[in-house]
């Protein structure tokens, strides 16, 4: 995965960012969060004390069907968690007291930042998916009680990942959220790899972050 870190490092000093600003080591990539003490992302982008960008990356080869619950469970949780702590002013060098007034109560659970900061970080998302029969083919839901949405209904693994990206942005939890499927098979050439579409694409993903990056290098603190 550290292929990855690198392109966050390359679009950095591309648009203008020192290589200072990146974060990568284990303890330089350390937040606080609100429902718990700290969370370890993968990358974190620091210009000038403001926190600009953060990345997580994961991959997955077999266990499809646990693997995608527990994945989908901790992107979601660790959107929420920080985007609540950056509201209550975690990442400011001077956090404000815990007060929580009436109008702060009525703002959106999972991402508050969004009715409150012009310029939020940058959240982005990476599942590198093992492309195989058991990623790709339909699966059933069990639906003992209520239906699942319909979108679900015989879809791969593969596109529940897709969905959950795509819906990730959709609800502001991630600026992007990208599937690279790349199979297992060590006689394909190196670094083969798709997409399975382009809003879920690599190429987005870091496109997205490229935007931002150039906005915070450009403007005063």
Request: proline share 8%; hydrophobic share 40%; with cysteine.
């Amino acid at each position: 995965m550290d292929a990855f870190i690198d392109l966050v490092i390359t679009v950095a000093d591309h648009c203008g960012l020192p290589r200072s600003a990146v974060k990568t080591g284990r303890r330089d990539v350390i937040l606080p969060g609100y429902f718990r003490a700290t969370k370890n992302w993968d990358v974190l982008v620091i210009d000038r004390r403001r926190l600009v960008a953060v990345f997580e990356f994961k991959s997955q080869v077999g266990s499809f069907g646990n693997n995608l619950n527990n994945r989908s469970e901790e992107v979601i949780g660790s959107a929420a968690d920080l985007w609540v702590a950056h509201f209550h002013g975690a990442y400011q060098d001077e956090p404000p007291p815990m007060m929580v007034s009436d109008d702060q109560r009525q703002r959106p659970l999972l991402n508050p930042a969004i009715q409150t900061d012009p310029r939020p970080p940058y959240l982005g998302w990476l599942m590198l998916l093992e492309e195989c029969e058991k990623s790709t083919r339909p699966v059933r839901c069990a639906e003992p009680h209520f239906h699942v949405f319909p979108e679900f209904q015989g879809a791969s693994y593969a596109q529940r990942y897709q969905i959950l990206c795509e819906r990730l942005v959709e609800r502001q939890l991630y600026g992007g959220a990208a599937l690279v499927l790349s199979p297992a098979d060590k006689g394909l050439p190196a670094g083969a790899h798709r997409a399975l579409s382009p809003a879920t694409s690599l190429r987005n993903l870091f496109a997205e972050f490229a935007g931002r990056v150039a906005a915070s290098a450009s403007s005063p603190q």
